[in-house]
């Protein structure tokens, strides 16, 4: 296998509860609409970063086997990339904090985020959704 593209919120943790935490925090504290942040809360993601950082040991916590796997595929040359439709900020938090950032050789996250994935390792690269799909390969 030479490429894997894992999908963060199914195989390794899963960021939407904090995601949405954070977003509910954000409209709570700014009092603004979440559906336009850019416009609203021009420093979201700095801000999304500092609660994910903050919070990430809460929400996420690494998996032993899914760490197993991705280091075995690492070890056996696979180019392992991720993907994600939340913010960039708080899937490199989430990363970090499952452990699993640095066999992580690309990241593709937000909108068409599998589709940029797999344009970057190509055609044969092995789609993972979910954890019993990554503790499986071999």
Same mark, same amino acid.
């Given at each position: 296998?030479?490429?894997? !593209?894992?999908?963060?919120?199914? /195989?390794? %943790?899963? =960021?939407?509860?904090?995601?949405? @935490?954070?977003? &509910?925090?954000?409209? +709570?504290?700014?009092?603004?609409?979440?559906?336009?942040?850019?416009?609203?809360?021009?420093?979201?993601?700095?801000?999304?970063?500092?609660?994910?950082?903050?919070?990430?040991?809460?929400?996420?916590?690494?998996?032993?086997?899914?760490?197993? !796997?991705?280091?075995?595929?690492? /070890?056996? %040359?696979? =180019?392992?990339?991720?993907?994600? @439709?939340?913010? &960039?900020?708080?899937? +490199?938090?989430?990363?970090?904090?499952?452990?699993?950032?640095?066999?992580?050789?690309?990241?593709?996250?937000?909108?068409?985020?599998?589709?940029?994935?797999?344009?970057?390792?190509?055609?044969?690269?092995?789609?993972?959704?979910?954890?019993?799909?990554?503790?499986?390969?071999?």
């Amino acid at each position: 296998m030479t490429a894997v !593209a894992v999908d963060l919120d199914g /195989a390794l %943790g899963d =960021t939407r509860r904090l995601w949405e @935490d954070w977003l &509910e925090d954000a409209r +709570r504290r700014a009092r603004i609409d979440v559906t336009a942040l850019d416009d609203e809360l021009p420093n979201w993601r700095q801000l999304l970063q500092r609660f994910a950082e903050e919070r990430a040991p809460v929400y996420l916590r690494p998996d032993a086997e899914a760490s197993a !796997a991705l280091r075995r595929l690492h /070890a056996g %040359g696979a =180019t392992i990339g991720v993907f994600t @439709d939340a913010p &960039e900020e708080l899937a +490199r938090v989430a990363l970090a904090q499952l452990g699993a950032a640095r066999r992580v050789d690309a990241l593709e996250t937000g909108g068409d985020a599998l589709e940029r994935l797999l344009a970057r390792l190509g055609a044969d690269a092995r789609v993972v959704r979910t954890r019993a799909q990554l503790v499986g390969l071999r």
